[in-house]
């Protein structure tokens, strides 16, 4: 959330919390058991009724993130695989009814 350019000190701390609980629960790259670098959202930041959601991350490794961003259908159908499609059907509902 920004206001007048800035991020919201509340918003990087919400940001933080949820780095830190989807590592501490993922602890290496779920797709490649790699050692993981960055936490993906399965939901864009922009949505934010899940922007800070645990269930709404996913702990990667650099090489498997960008695998993620450039086949997105691919990503979503092996997550529905992981979850079923009833969990992904609900984190998406979820992300979609708060604003962008």
Do not use: Y
Not at 67 to 91: P, Y
């Amino acid at each position: 959330m920004e206001t007048n350019g800035k991020v919201k000190r509340n918003d990087v701390m919400n940001l933080s919390q949820f780095r830190k609980a989807v590592i501490e629960r993922d602890k290496r790259c779920r797709l490649c058991g790699d050692e993981g670098q960055e936490v993906h959202h399965i939901f864009g930041r922009r949505w934010m009724a899940t922007r800070c959601d645990p269930d709404n991350g996913i702990f990667l490794c650099v090489k498997c993130h960008k695998w993620c961003h450039d086949n997105i259908e691919s990503f979503r159908t092996l997550l529905k695989q992981w979850h079923g499609e009833e969990w992904f059907d609900n984190l998406e509902r979820k992300a979609k009814k708060g604003t962008k």
